[in-house]
């Protein structure tokens, strides 16, 4: 980013800046002493990949020598003491991979400066914080799955520390009819494809987020020599060919996942061993962004009964009554008592506003229900504002059917997608 109204030719002009960017500004330097696998100033290769898929052509090797080069330039004097920095190019700067774990961080140790809170957890698209007097179970999510109630990759539990996920499987740009990610190295200019998730724990919130995206760069072995310069941090990567790859004390942090099949075992049936409900949905926009709301989508069969809860948003419990038609039935809160709904996730971020879900068909207690009609339900709040209900009927008898439904205030468009499973 550049700061607010500068311009091409406001180089070497002195910015009073606050504490926060000064500490951001401070990771920058940091981190890219370490080897320039991560540089604030690599928006500059992002932004050329850009221009690229609006003229569906690679970068040529002159343009990759060119940015790269611009990246390698110093380009921010930070005088910490007296809060001010100087801007010594024009390159712009996305601090991204500092500033949402700072700002988390910051904020957990804020509130849990004030009396009476003994425990805080903070959740920022992805990135999580626990402070305090507090276990939270903390999921991380598959990077080969798009759902976002895919089973997790790994279930940890986690105290007082923070958690980072980056990986290249959610954004980017397509060129050509290939698909490229969003995370760059700085010091090739290139995409990078070999990680595809990398999960840090460390005990400070802008390392670990700082780290996450490094080790997305960064080849394991680097990784691991990175790792060791941060005291406490953790680390799990995913690789391309779905190899994991952790450090030594990874497993300390593990929980253990409890089968899904609480009290009877899955039965296949010739109706839902071949099939699955994608349920997708895109959230509105206000001001310019997608402010994630509470959501709940369930299944309830003809007698109204509820046999399975397919997903459950709410940032904190007291907010889950805001979802009227979820809250009230008993049923479906007894149901979800003690189950994977309530646990944290940390993933790489989405697009703003486009989600999915998937549901294989099983009740809570993991069978598979019976083939016939059965009512879908997705509800939406927005504290302080509206509140949505989409409801349709849908016979699972085995026949593939999509429906397209109207959007709303809080859901601009939503769709349940009865289909046969991909082999």
């Known amino acids: 980013m550049r700061w607010a109204g500068e311009s091409d030719d406001a180089r070497h002009q002195l910015h009073r800046v606050s ?15 370490g080897g320039g696998a991560l540089d604030a100033s690599a928006e500059v290769i992002t932004r050329m990949w850009k221009g690229a898929e609006a003229q569906n ?53 804020q509130a849990l400066a004030t009396d009476g809170v003994h425990a805080v957890v903070v959740n920022i698209g992805g990135d999580l914080v626990v402070r305090g007097a507090w276990t939270e179970t903390v999921d991380i999510a598959d990077p080969k799955s798009d759902a976002e109630n895919s089973e997790p990759i790994a279930r940890l539990r986690i105290e007082d520390r923070a958690v980072a996920t980056s990986g290249n ?10 698909h490229y990610s969003h995370i760059v190295d700085p010091r090739t ?46 680390y799990l ?3 391309k060919d779905g190899r994991q790859i952790s450090s030594r004390g990874w497993p300390t942090l593990v ?14 049936t010739p109706t839902w061993n071949q099939m699955e409900l994608t349920v997708s949905l895109e959230l509105a926009h206000f001001n310019m962004q997608a402010r994630r709301p509470y959501v709940a989508i369930w299944v309830e069969d003809q007698d109204k009964f509820p046999v399975r809860t397919i997903a459950l948003w709410r940032e904190k419990v007291r907010y889950v009554a805001e979802l009227k038609a979820w809250y009230r039935g008993d049923r479906l809160r007894a149901m ?5 709904l309530l646990n944290s ?54 026949e593939p059917k999509k429906i397209d439904l109207p959007g709303n205030l809080e859901v601009t468009t939503a769709a349940f997608d009865y289909h046969r499973l991909s082999k």
Not at 169 to 178: I, L, Q, T
């Open 19 to 33: 504490q926060a960017v000064a500490v951001c500004i401070r990771h920058v330097v940091d981190f890219r002493a």
């Open 57 to 109: 052509r690679e970068p040529s090797p002159e343009q990759l020598r060119a940015a790269v080069a611009e990246v390698k330039r110093v380009h921010w004097k930070l005088d910490a003491a007296n809060q001010t920095a100087t801007h010594l190019s024009t390159a712009p700067i996305a601090l991204n991979s500092f500033a949402k774990s700072y700002i988390a961080g910051h904020a957990a140790d």
């Open 169 to 178: 499987y959610r954004r980017g740009v397509d060129v050509g009819g290939r």
């Open 189 to 234: 200019g290139l995409p990078c494809e070999d990680v595809i998730g990398s999960t840090v724990v460390a005990p400070n919130a802008a390392d670990a987020g700082a780290l996450a995206t490094a080790f997305s760069v960064l080849q394991p072995d680097e990784s691991r020599r990175l790792a060791a310069t941060v005291p406490g941090a953790e």
């Open 237 to 239: 990567l995913v690789m």
């Open 255 to 268: 929980a253990a996942v409890r089968p899904k099949a609480l009290f009877f075992p899955a039965v296949d």
């Open 336 to 340: 979800s008592e003690g189950s994977d």
């Open 345 to 398: 996730v940390s993933s790489a971020t989405r697009p703003a506003g486009k989600y999915t879900m998937n549901w294989d068909g099983k009740d809570n207690a993991g069978k598979y229900v019976k083939p016939g009609k059965y009512t879908v339900y997705l509800e939406a709040a927005r504290e302080h504002g509206t509140y949505q209900l989409i409801h349709q009927e849908m016979d699972f008898n085995g």
